[in-house]
C-alpha cells in the first residue's frame, strides 16, 4: 500500500492535470447533450401541442386515425365524383343557335336553328321556320355529331357551332371560379 502512495505522491502534478481535463470533457458532452436535450424538448412541445398531455403513442395512433378517415372520405368523393361527372356526359353541354329569314317576302330573323348536344355530341337540333300565316317546329336526333336525316344549311351552321362550344374549352368567369380557396 505504501507503493501506491508514493506513486500518488510523486504523480500528483500529472493525477491533478488529468482529472482536470477529464472534467473539462466532461463539461462539454454535458453541454452537447443539453442543447441536444433542449432541442428535443422543443420538438416535442411542438408534437403534442394541443393536446391534454397524451404520449407519444397515443397521439401517432390518433393523427394516423384521422390520416385514414381523410383518406376513406377522398376516396368516397372520388367515386361520387366519377359518378356526377359520367352523369354530366350525357347533359347538354353544347349548345348552337342561329337565327335566320327562312322566306323573303318575311320581316326579320324569326326562323331558328337550335343544335343540343353532350359531351359525346348526341342530341337534338330543334328547328322553328317562321312563315307569313304559320310557324313550324320539328326536331332531328343526332348521333356521334351526324344525323340521320339530311340537315339544312342553318342546321348545319347550328351543329358546328354546338361542336365548338365545348365547356372544356371555355374559360368560364363566374363568381365562384375567382374566389380563392384558403
Given amino acids: 500500500m505504501q507503493l501506491i502512495l508514493e506513486f500518488i505522491e510523486q504523480n500528483t502534478a500529472v493525477f491533478i492535470i488529468a482529472n482536470a481535463i ?12 443539453s442543447s441536444i436535450t433542449a432541442s428535443l424538448k422543443d420538438k416535442y412541445k411542438k408534437l403534442v401541442k394541443g393536446t391534454s398531455g397524451k404520449n407519444i403513442e397515443g397521439i401517432l395512433v390518433e393523427h394516423i386515425e384521422k390520416v385514414q378517415a381523410i383518406h376513406d372520405d377522398m376516396n368516397q368523393y372520388y367515386r361520387k365524383l366519377e359518378i356526377m361527372d359520367n352523369r354530366l356526359s350525357f ?5 348552337g343557335v342561329i337565327r335566320y329569314n327562312a322566306f323573303q317576302d318575311t320581316g326579320s ?20 321556320i317562321h312563315g307569313r300565316t304559320e310557324t313550324m317546329s320539328y326536331a332531328k336526333p343526332i348521333k ?12 348545319l351552321q347550328a351543329l358546328d357551332r354546338a ?10 368567369k363566374t363568381f365562384r371560379s375567382n374566389k380563392e380557396v384558403g
Avoid: W
Avoid at 477529464?22 to 447533450?33: D, G
Avoid at 330573323?109 to 322553328?128: E, K, Q, V
Avoid at 361542336?163 to 368560364?172: E, G, T, V
Fill in 22 to 33: 477529464m472534467n473539462i470533457i466532461l463539461i462539454l458532452l454535458f453541454i452537447i447533450y
Fill in 91 to 95: 347533359c347538354v353541354q353544347k349548345v
Fill in 109 to 128: 330573323d324569326l326562323s331558328f336553328s337550335i343544335a343540343m348536344l353532350n359531351a359525346n355530341n348526341d342530341g337534338i337540333i330543334i328547328t322553328g
Fill in 144 to 155: 356521334d355529331g351526324k344525323s340521320n336525316y339530311s340537315l339544312s344549311v342553318e342546321e
Fill in 163 to 172: 361542336k365548338a362550344n365545348a365547356l372544356d374549352r371555355i374559360d368560364i
